[in-house]
T-cell receptor, first 114, second 115 residues
């Protein structure tokens, strides 16, 4: 089954404790991205990757890091989480960028930073 | 500036009523793509439709229909004869040729269908 898998689904952590949210897709998609969803703001892009070893900032990259060492994986790293990073996070992948194909989203990761 | 505006924050209807969700977008590009996604209470995002800027033909898929009007920069979504299972948050999104890799989302419209 074609899917984007995020882990964990739920996470409560304390300020400053490094964490990683994993994302994996099994569709051989080149393009992957991370979004955060906040009430009243919709989804905003954090980082995206056009292919292995190629990443770039989205609209709200501060406080986040990413890496793309393999085509299927695109982890999101919070080196020192803060309460304002409490949000619902989505990983997405698509065959291509540029809107040519639709994006497939993971199930979401609800992160709470206390 | 907000590229996609969904002015309706919440809509509540009774089952079998029709409901129209408004989406107004802003872009200077001639080539762009518009999307609608559904987010049911379970939280996942479900792709509904993709439309490119050169195809203004309206589309119908079962009880769902979409009205794309470039003249008013709108891409509205109508659910006909709504059902309780249609209760969800619906997002409109824009992908511009000048910004190849980003989906710009609207704030979303929460639709509640009451039995």
């Amino acid at each position: 089954e074609a899917q984007v898998t995020q882990n964990p689904r739920y996470l409560i952590t304390v300020t400053g404790k490094k964490l990683t949210v994993t994302c994996s897709q099994n569709m051989n998609h080149e393009y992957m991205s991370w979004y955060r969803q906040d009430p009243g703001l919709g989804l905003r892009q954090i980082y995206y990757s056009m292919n292995v070893e190629v990443t770039d900032k989205g609209d709200v990259p501060e406080g986040y890091k990413v890496s793309r060492k393999e085509k299927r994986n695109f982890p999101l790293i919070l080196e020192s989480p803060s309460p304002n990073q409490t949000s619902l996070y989505f990983c997405a992948s698509s065959l291509q960028g540029r809107g040519y194909t639709e994006a497939f989203f993971g199930q979401g990761t609800r992160l709470t930073v206390v | 500036a907000q590229k996609v505006t969904q002015a309706q924050t919440e809509i509540s209807v009774v089952e079998k009523e029709d409901v129209t969700l408004d989406c107004v977008y802003e872009t200077r590009d001639t080539t762009y793509y518009l999307f609608w996604y559904k987010q049911p209470p379970s939280g996942e995002l479900v792709f509904l439709i993709r439309r490119n800027s050169f195809d203004e033909q309206n589309e119908i898929s079962g009880r769902y229909s979409w009205n794309f009007q470039k003249s008013t920069s709108s891409f509205n979504f109508t659910i006909t004869a709504s059902q309780v299972v249609d209760s969800a948050v619906y997002f409109c999104a824009l992908s511009e040729s000048s910004n190849d890799y980003k989906l710009s989302f609207g704030a979303g419209t929460t639709v509640t269908v009451r039995a």
